[in-house]
T-cell receptor
Framework: AQRVTQPEKLLSVFKGAPVELKCNYS??????LFWYVQYSRQRLQLLLR??SRESIKGFTADLNKGETSFHLKKPFAQEEDSAMYYC????????????????????????FGQGTILTVHP | GAVVSQHPSWVICKSGTSVKIECRSL??????MFWYRQFPKQSLMLMAT?????????EQGVEKDKFLINHASLTLSTLTVTSAHPEDSSFYIC???????????FGNGTRLTVT
Protein backbone atom coordinates (compact mmCIF):
# COMPACT_ATOMS: atom_id res chain seq x y z
CA ALA A 1 0.00 0.00 0.00
CA GLN A 2 1.09 3.55 -0.70
CA ARG A 3 1.17 6.08 2.08
CA VAL A 4 2.41 9.66 2.32
CA THR A 5 2.85 11.53 5.57
CA GLN A 6 3.32 15.25 5.98
CA PRO A 7 3.72 15.70 9.72
CA GLU A 8 3.24 19.46 9.78
CA LYS A 9 -0.16 20.90 8.98
CA LEU A 10 1.07 24.45 9.47
CA LEU A 11 4.50 25.96 9.00
CA SER A 12 5.37 29.59 9.55
CA VAL A 13 8.67 31.26 8.74
CA PHE A 14 9.90 34.77 8.20
CA LYS A 15 10.94 36.10 4.82
CA GLY A 16 14.51 35.17 4.01
CA ALA A 17 14.60 32.25 6.41
CA PRO A 18 15.21 28.70 5.21
CA VAL A 19 12.19 26.47 4.96
CA GLU A 20 11.79 22.72 4.89
CA LEU A 21 8.49 20.95 4.37
CA LYS A 22 8.71 17.36 5.48
CA CYS A 23 7.38 14.40 3.59
CA ASN A 24 7.79 10.73 4.38
CA TYR A 25 6.40 7.89 2.37
CA SER A 26 5.73 4.20 2.58
CA UNK A 27 5.85 2.06 -0.50
CA UNK A 28 7.32 -1.37 -1.11
CA UNK A 29 8.37 -0.79 -4.70
CA UNK A 30 10.10 2.03 -6.57
CA UNK A 31 8.23 5.25 -5.97
CA UNK A 32 7.95 8.42 -7.96
CA LEU A 33 7.62 11.46 -5.71
CA PHE A 34 6.09 14.84 -6.45
CA TRP A 35 5.40 18.13 -4.79
CA TYR A 36 2.23 20.00 -5.74
CA VAL A 37 1.41 23.54 -4.70
CA GLN A 38 -1.89 25.35 -4.40
CA TYR A 39 -1.80 29.12 -4.08
CA SER A 40 -4.78 30.97 -2.71
CA ARG A 41 -7.79 30.73 -5.04
CA GLN A 42 -5.82 28.81 -7.66
CA ARG A 43 -5.77 25.26 -8.85
CA LEU A 44 -3.40 22.60 -7.72
CA GLN A 45 -0.25 22.59 -9.86
CA LEU A 46 2.86 20.53 -10.12
CA LEU A 47 5.85 22.13 -8.42
CA LEU A 48 8.50 19.50 -9.03
CA ARG A 49 9.09 15.79 -9.33
CA UNK A 50 12.13 13.93 -8.18
CA UNK A 51 13.03 12.31 -11.49
CA SER A 52 13.60 15.65 -13.17
CA ARG A 53 15.94 16.89 -10.44
CA GLU A 54 14.87 20.43 -11.19
CA SER A 55 14.89 23.48 -8.98
CA ILE A 56 11.60 25.31 -9.35
CA LYS A 57 11.13 28.75 -7.79
CA GLY A 58 14.18 28.04 -5.67
CA PHE A 59 12.69 24.84 -4.24
CA THR A 60 14.51 21.53 -4.31
CA ALA A 61 13.66 18.10 -3.03
CA ASP A 62 15.89 15.05 -2.80
CA LEU A 63 14.53 11.55 -2.63
CA ASN A 64 16.14 9.69 0.27
CA LYS A 65 15.22 6.06 -0.09
CA GLY A 66 17.04 5.09 3.08
CA GLU A 67 14.93 7.45 5.16
CA THR A 68 11.92 7.17 2.81
CA SER A 69 11.72 10.93 2.70
CA PHE A 70 11.23 13.62 0.08
CA HIS A 71 11.52 16.87 1.97
CA LEU A 72 10.98 20.14 0.12
CA LYS A 73 13.55 22.83 0.81
CA LYS A 74 14.21 26.43 0.00
CA PRO A 75 17.14 28.38 1.43
CA PHE A 76 15.43 31.78 1.48
CA ALA A 77 11.65 31.86 1.73
CA GLN A 78 9.65 34.59 0.01
CA GLU A 79 6.20 35.91 0.87
CA GLU A 80 4.84 34.64 -2.43
CA ASP A 81 5.77 31.12 -1.37
CA SER A 82 2.84 31.15 1.07
CA ALA A 83 0.56 28.36 -0.11
CA MET A 84 -0.64 24.84 0.55
CA TYR A 85 1.92 22.20 -0.38
CA TYR A 86 1.10 18.57 -1.05
CA CYS A 87 3.58 15.74 -1.29
CA UNK A 88 2.44 12.91 -3.52
CA UNK A 89 3.62 9.46 -4.48
CA UNK A 90 3.02 7.25 -7.47
CA UNK A 91 4.18 3.69 -7.67
CA UNK A 92 5.09 1.60 -10.65
CA UNK A 93 1.91 0.21 -12.05
CA UNK A 94 1.07 -2.32 -14.67
CA UNK A 95 -1.67 -1.37 -17.05
CA UNK A 96 -4.21 -4.02 -17.89
CA UNK A 97 -5.46 -3.90 -21.45
CA UNK A 98 -8.02 -6.63 -21.81
CA UNK A 99 -6.14 -9.86 -21.38
CA UNK A 100 -2.79 -8.23 -22.09
CA UNK A 101 -0.79 -6.81 -19.24
CA UNK A 102 1.42 -3.91 -20.26
CA UNK A 103 4.07 -2.79 -17.84
CA UNK A 104 5.17 0.78 -17.48
CA UNK A 105 5.58 3.73 -15.20
CA UNK A 106 2.29 5.25 -14.25
CA UNK A 107 2.30 8.77 -12.91
CA UNK A 108 -1.43 8.63 -12.61
CA UNK A 109 -2.49 7.02 -9.39
CA UNK A 110 -1.22 9.52 -6.88
CA UNK A 111 -1.40 9.18 -3.16
CA PHE A 112 -1.36 12.55 -1.45
CA GLY A 113 -0.17 13.64 1.93
CA GLN A 114 -2.44 15.74 4.12
CA GLY A 115 -0.79 18.94 3.00
CA THR A 116 1.19 21.64 4.75
CA ILE A 117 0.13 25.27 4.83
CA LEU A 118 3.23 27.42 4.54
CA THR A 119 3.01 31.01 5.68
CA VAL A 120 5.91 33.33 5.05
CA HIS A 121 5.77 36.47 7.14
CA PRO A 122 7.32 39.75 5.99
CA GLY B 1 0.98 24.94 -20.64
CA ALA B 2 -1.59 22.18 -20.52
CA VAL B 3 -4.99 23.24 -19.22
CA VAL B 4 -7.76 21.18 -17.71
CA SER B 5 -11.16 22.80 -17.47
CA GLN B 6 -13.70 21.56 -14.98
CA HIS B 7 -17.32 22.60 -15.06
CA PRO B 8 -19.26 23.68 -13.11
CA SER B 9 -17.09 25.20 -10.41
CA TRP B 10 -19.91 24.86 -7.90
CA VAL B 11 -23.36 23.32 -7.88
CA ILE B 12 -26.13 23.11 -5.35
CA CYS B 13 -28.83 20.54 -5.83
CA LYS B 14 -31.68 18.98 -3.97
CA SER B 15 -31.40 15.55 -2.50
CA GLY B 16 -32.33 12.86 -4.99
CA THR B 17 -31.22 14.66 -8.13
CA SER B 18 -28.31 13.64 -10.33
CA VAL B 19 -25.42 15.96 -11.01
CA LYS B 20 -22.98 15.81 -13.89
CA ILE B 21 -19.49 17.29 -13.67
CA GLU B 22 -17.37 17.75 -16.78
CA CYS B 23 -13.63 17.62 -17.11
CA ARG B 24 -12.01 18.75 -20.35
CA SER B 25 -8.42 18.83 -21.50
CA LEU B 26 -8.23 21.99 -23.59
CA UNK B 27 -4.95 21.72 -25.43
CA UNK B 28 -3.89 18.11 -25.19
CA UNK B 29 -5.37 14.68 -25.58
CA UNK B 30 -5.91 13.02 -22.24
CA UNK B 31 -5.56 9.28 -22.46
CA UNK B 32 -6.23 8.97 -18.77
CA MET B 33 -8.34 11.05 -16.45
CA PHE B 34 -8.75 10.75 -12.72
CA TRP B 35 -11.47 11.80 -10.35
CA TYR B 36 -10.74 12.77 -6.77
CA ARG B 37 -12.82 13.77 -3.83
CA GLN B 38 -11.78 16.04 -1.00
CA PHE B 39 -13.64 16.39 2.28
CA PRO B 40 -13.01 19.45 4.44
CA LYS B 41 -9.58 19.49 6.05
CA GLN B 42 -8.66 16.22 4.40
CA SER B 43 -6.43 15.25 1.53
CA LEU B 44 -7.42 14.35 -1.98
CA MET B 45 -8.70 10.82 -2.31
CA LEU B 46 -8.72 9.04 -5.63
CA MET B 47 -12.15 7.80 -6.63
CA ALA B 48 -11.55 6.30 -10.03
CA THR B 49 -9.23 6.08 -13.01
CA UNK B 50 -10.71 6.53 -16.45
CA UNK B 51 -9.07 5.53 -19.72
CA UNK B 52 -10.59 6.76 -22.94
CA UNK B 53 -12.91 4.25 -24.48
CA UNK B 54 -12.92 1.79 -21.61
CA UNK B 55 -14.67 1.33 -18.31
CA UNK B 56 -13.41 3.26 -15.33
CA UNK B 57 -11.50 1.54 -12.57
CA UNK B 58 -12.93 2.42 -9.19
CA GLU B 59 -11.05 2.53 -5.92
CA GLN B 60 -12.14 0.35 -3.09
CA GLY B 61 -15.16 1.70 -1.31
CA VAL B 62 -16.35 3.86 -4.20
CA GLU B 63 -19.75 2.84 -5.56
CA LYS B 64 -19.58 2.64 -9.33
CA ASP B 65 -23.36 2.81 -9.66
CA LYS B 66 -23.37 5.94 -7.56
CA PHE B 67 -20.55 7.73 -9.33
CA LEU B 68 -20.88 7.13 -13.05
CA ILE B 69 -17.82 7.99 -15.10
CA ASN B 70 -17.80 8.36 -18.85
CA HIS B 71 -14.66 9.02 -20.87
CA ALA B 72 -16.00 8.97 -24.40
CA SER B 73 -13.34 11.14 -26.02
CA LEU B 74 -9.72 12.06 -25.52
CA THR B 75 -10.66 15.48 -24.23
CA LEU B 76 -13.72 14.89 -22.09
CA SER B 77 -14.59 12.86 -19.03
CA THR B 78 -17.75 13.23 -17.00
CA LEU B 79 -18.61 12.26 -13.45
CA THR B 80 -22.28 11.86 -12.66
CA VAL B 81 -23.33 11.67 -9.05
CA THR B 82 -26.60 9.79 -9.22
CA SER B 83 -29.38 10.39 -6.73
CA ALA B 84 -27.20 12.72 -4.74
CA HIS B 85 -27.64 13.01 -0.99
CA PRO B 86 -26.20 15.42 1.55
CA GLU B 87 -23.38 13.03 2.39
CA ASP B 88 -22.21 13.35 -1.23
CA SER B 89 -21.51 17.04 -0.63
CA SER B 90 -17.83 17.47 -1.24
CA PHE B 91 -15.18 18.98 -3.45
CA TYR B 92 -14.62 16.95 -6.61
CA ILE B 93 -11.45 17.40 -8.65
CA CYS B 94 -10.41 15.88 -11.94
CA UNK B 95 -6.97 15.50 -13.39
CA UNK B 96 -5.72 14.42 -16.76
CA UNK B 97 -2.55 13.30 -18.44
CA UNK B 98 -1.49 12.65 -21.98
CA UNK B 99 1.09 9.97 -22.52
CA UNK B 100 1.96 7.52 -19.79
CA UNK B 101 4.98 9.50 -18.59
CA UNK B 102 3.52 12.98 -18.72
CA UNK B 103 2.62 14.83 -15.52
CA UNK B 104 -0.87 15.31 -14.21
CA UNK B 105 -2.79 18.49 -14.79
CA PHE B 106 -5.62 19.37 -12.46
CA GLY B 107 -8.94 21.04 -12.96
CA ASN B 108 -10.11 23.78 -10.60
CA GLY B 109 -12.52 21.48 -8.84
CA THR B 110 -16.28 21.46 -8.34
CA ARG B 111 -17.93 22.22 -5.03
CA LEU B 112 -21.07 20.05 -4.77
CA THR B 113 -23.59 20.87 -2.10
CA VAL B 114 -26.63 18.66 -1.73
CA THR B 115 -29.42 20.07 0.36
Amino acid sequence: AQRVTQPEKLLSVFKGAPVELKCNYSYSGSPELFWYVQYSRQRLQLLLRHISRESIKGFTADLNKGETSFHLKKPFAQEEDSAMYYCALSGLDSILLGSVCAGGTSYGKLTFGQGTILTVHP
Amino acid sequence: GAVVSQHPSWVICKSGTSVKIECRSLDFQATTMFWYRQFPKQSLMLMATSNEGSKATYEQGVEKDKFLINHASLTLSTLTVTSAHPEDSSFYICSAKGSYNSPLHFGNGTRLTVT
